[in-house]
T-cell receptor, first 117, second 115 residues
């Protein structure tokens, strides 16, 4: 069965520092995708970054990068040069493909990131 | 609009009542998902549709919960005999199965409060 684990319920980081949010996963499917979403206090879910299990390189999107370690089943999100607007809940999520391009996506319990000025 | 639309944004009801929550996905998206999110927790998967059919309803907590998508577009989540424990934000999301990332686009949610 699929499982996503986020072990950091909350983190405080000084503005402009880099921060790493941890995510480990479990799946028996060799083909899967990993996502990170941001949820500010307004409640909207904002897609940040995606990593496919067969992608050769770690995904990057602006200040976001995904530290994908397949053998360890970890997909940590790295935010460089943090900003006050990065304060939010962050969710790691996974979809396994099971031969279909659309299947359920499950989410972790989230990490609340707070950026100090 | 171009995004996922959910109505109502807020619903307050009494224990034992019937509730319907509506989701209008992004035009052309064939996959539609329902999640439930309690305060301080991650979204909990309920059900997803491919077109008109429920491809996976393994997350529905019990038979009081039911969802339909009769024409492959708008979906309705139906909750019978509501209980106080049903209080949560119900999130709908859609995705285009043709995209490699399968990114989900979320609506703003329907906040359900059962008194």
């Amino acid at each position: 069965a699929q499982k996503i684990t986020q072990t950091q319920p909350g983190m405080f980081v000084q503005e402009k520092e880099a921060v790493t949010l941890d995510c480990t996963y479990d799946t028996s499917d060799p083909s899967y995708g990993l996502f990170w979403y941001k949820q500010p206090s307004s409640g909207e879910m904002i897609f940040l970054i995606y990593q496919g299990s067969y992608d050769q390189q770690n995904a990057t999107e602006g200040r976001y990068s995904l530290n994908f370690q397949k053998a360890r089943k970890s997909a940590n999100l790295v935010i460089s040069a943090s900003q006050l607007g990065d304060s939010a809940m962050y969710f790691c999520a996974m979809r396994d493909f099971r031969g279909s391009s659309a299947s359920k996506i499950i989410f972790g319990s989230g990490t609340r990131l707070s950026i100090r000025p | 609009g171009a995004g996922v639309s959910q109505t109502p944004s807020n619903k307050v009801t009494e224990k034992g009542k019937y509730v319907e929550l509506r989701c209008d996905p992004i035009s052309g998206h064939t996959a539609l998902y329902w999640y439930r999110q309690s305060l301080g927790q991650g979204p909990e998967f309920l059900i997803y549709f491919q077109g008109t059919g429920a491809a996976d309803d393994s997350g529905l907590p019990n038979d009081r919960f039911f969802a339909v998508r009769p024409e492959g577009s708008v979906s309705t989540l139906k909750i019978q005999r509501t209980e106080r424990g049903d209080s949560a934000v119900y999130l709908c999301a859609s995705s285009s199965t043709g995209r490699d990332t399968g990114e989900l686009f979320f609506g703003e949610g329907s906040r359900l409060t059962v008194l």
